[in-house]
């Protein structure tokens, strides 16, 4: 079975090219590769399906080939990940299977254009839904934010805190009855003169991130109405690297690079012994 290892801005992932559908993905799995002891180590697993063979999930659209299977470290399943976006349309452009330099993609959170321009590839992620004022807490301390749904689930803290001394260790409080299903939060400063802001993240089922895609486009967002604006491209300093996002009047887009750093074949005896919670226990 042949995967390729890749990352976004230090946000990474393990690659399984299965365009008939044809691989049994469990969690259970999805948690061993992720594991960096036991086995390749990642943020999260990229299946990449033709959504017509994906099975479970939302009804093909028409036009649209690939569908961007998208699992968290824990092997739960996750609605979308800007990130992974990024490197998705970079393997199919090593496979072959990106015709021209854009293409619109399938994803639990929605349809997504990517746009390969040589070593930035920008995703359209659509509009950001801001939803209510929240709080996350570290340790008992309180930081005050606002809901955004960007396919998936933030709440995005703009604070002057310095970020680089909070506890990531560990999920952030947060509202249960505003977020049932968890949340990824983000701490963002405000936007600055240069129309920068820096950024930590904790993303549900995995911890905290290099980088996340969906949430620097949530920190956006909330950075820009912390400063009373509604649009604007605000460049963002993740422990990992530098993105861009533009917010627009009708939809967001996040700007970034993407790598391939290997390429190999998993042992189909690991594989095998993997299949069972009793092997694999899901976490690490």
Not at 86 to 94: D, G, I, Q, S, T
Not at 176 to 188: M, R, S, W
Request: glycine share 14%.
């Amino acid at each position: 079975m042949q995967f390729s290892k890749g990352h976004g801005t230090e946000n990474d992932f393990v690659v399984l090219p299965d365009p008939d559908g044809a691989l049994d993905l469990t969690p259970e799995r999805v948690a061993a590769l992720c594991d960096r002891r036991r086995g390749l180590g990642a943020d999260g697993v990229l299946r990449v399906v033709r959504w017509a063979a994906l099975g479970d999930g939302p009804a093909p659209e028409p036009g649209v080939e690939w569908f961007m299977d998208y699992r968290n470290a824990d092997g739960s399943v996750a609605e979308m990940c800007g990130n992974g976006v990024r490197v998705f349309a970079r393997y199919l452009e090593h496979a072959g299977w990106l015709p021209g330099d854009e293409l619109p993609l399938g994803t639990r959170g929605g349809i997504r254009t990517v746009r390969v321009r040589g070593d930035e590839i920008s995703v359209d992620m659509g509009a950001a839904v801001v939803g209510e004022p929240s709080t996350a807490s570290i340790d008992g301390r309180a930081f005050p934010g606002i809901a955004v749904d960007v396919g998936n689930p933030h709440l995005a803290c703009v604070t002057d805190v310095a970020i680089d001394g909070l506890d990531l260790t560990r999920p952030p409080g947060h509202d249960p009855a505003l977020f049932p299903h968890g949340v990824n939060v983000e701490f963002v400063s405000p936007v600055d003169a240069d129309d920068e802001v820096t950024m930590r993240v904790h993303e549900r089922g995995v911890g905290e991130t290099r980088s996340c895609g969906t949430g620097t486009v949530a920190a956006v967002v909330a950075a820009l109405r912390h400063s009373g604006r509604g649009t604007g491209t605000v460049a963002v300093h993740a422990p990992g690297g530098r993105l861009r996002v533009t917010v627009d009047d009708t939809t967001t887009t996040l700007h970034g690079p993407a790598v391939l750093v290997a390429h190999g074949e998993l042992a189909p005896a690991w594989w095998d012994a993997v299949a069972s919670r009793e092997s694999a226990p899901i976490g690490g």
